[in-house]
Antibody, heavy 123, light 113 residues
């Protein structure tokens, strides 16, 4: 059974960089059948896709966040990470990592999600 | 971006009754080369991550009860819960995977009347 687990600081100061890691267990992050995404959800609001990684050289980001986002892969640890720079209070949210299934090299739906981690941006 | 709009925002249904949620996309999510609709539905219970219910607009994920069904094509989709159970209280989201960025509907809250 695949499991994803987010980890990282729960409190980040404004203007600093938010850094989170997702550890994948029960399957290889190097599998060609999956992409790996970050999604966030402000309290009481909807879901916003942040971006994804497939290989270390293959990333896609939401244009609304692209200038501030970096997603990277560490296959030796079976982890992928999110960095979001210059954060403000608007970046306060529950951050989820998720697996995106693919069969043809095109990412499809999110079939597994982590439990999420709350990140609060505040001084 | 493809905008996903759900209706209603919330609904209250009696136990055992039918619940119907609509999802409309701002452009077609039907891929003509394979005739598949790139549309998924998720269920999110309070304090939990979203759970995949339906993909390809109408294919139930393994383990999802058959009272959940999805239908529709192009820009108009429906999630139906045929006989609402207490454990179905949740917020339901549609999501398109036709274009990037991936986008979700605003969510529909389902409660017991």
């Amino acid at each position: 059974q695949v499991q994803l687990q987010e980890s990282g600081p729960g409190l980040v100061k404004p203007s600093q960089t938010l850094s989170l890691t997702c550890t994948v267990s029960g399957g290889s992050i190097s599998s060609s059948h999956y992409f790996w995404s970050w999604i966030r959800q402000p309290a009481g609001k909807g879901l916003e896709w942040i971006g994804r990684i497939y290989t270390s050289e293959n990333t896609n980001y939401n244009p609304s966040l692209k200038s501030r986002v970096t997603i990277s892969l560490d296959t030796s640890k079976n982890q992928f990470s999110l960095k979001l720079s210059s954060v403000t209070a608007a970046d306060t949210a529950v951050y989820y990592c998720a697996r995106e299934k693919t069969m043809t090299g095109t990412p499809y739906y999110f079939d597994y999600w982590g439990r999420g981690t709350l990140v609060t941006v505040s001084s | 971006d493809i905008v996903m709009t759900q209706s209603p925002d919330s609904l209250a249904v009696s136990l055992g009754e039918r619940a119907t949620i609509s999802c409309k996309s701002s452009q077609s999510v039907l891929y003509s080369s394979n005739n598949k609709n790139y549309l998924a539905w998720y269920q999110q219970k309070l304090g939990q991550p979203p759970k995949l219910l339906i993909y390809w607009a109408s294919t139930r994920e393994s383990g999802v009860p058959d009272r959940f069904s999805g239908s529709g094509s192009g820009t108009d989709f429906t999630l139906t819960i045929s006989s609402l159970q207490a454990e179905d209280v949740a917020v339901y989201y549609c999501q398109q995977y036709y274009g990037t960025p991936r986008t979700f509907g605003q969510g529909t809250k389902v409660e017991i009347k």
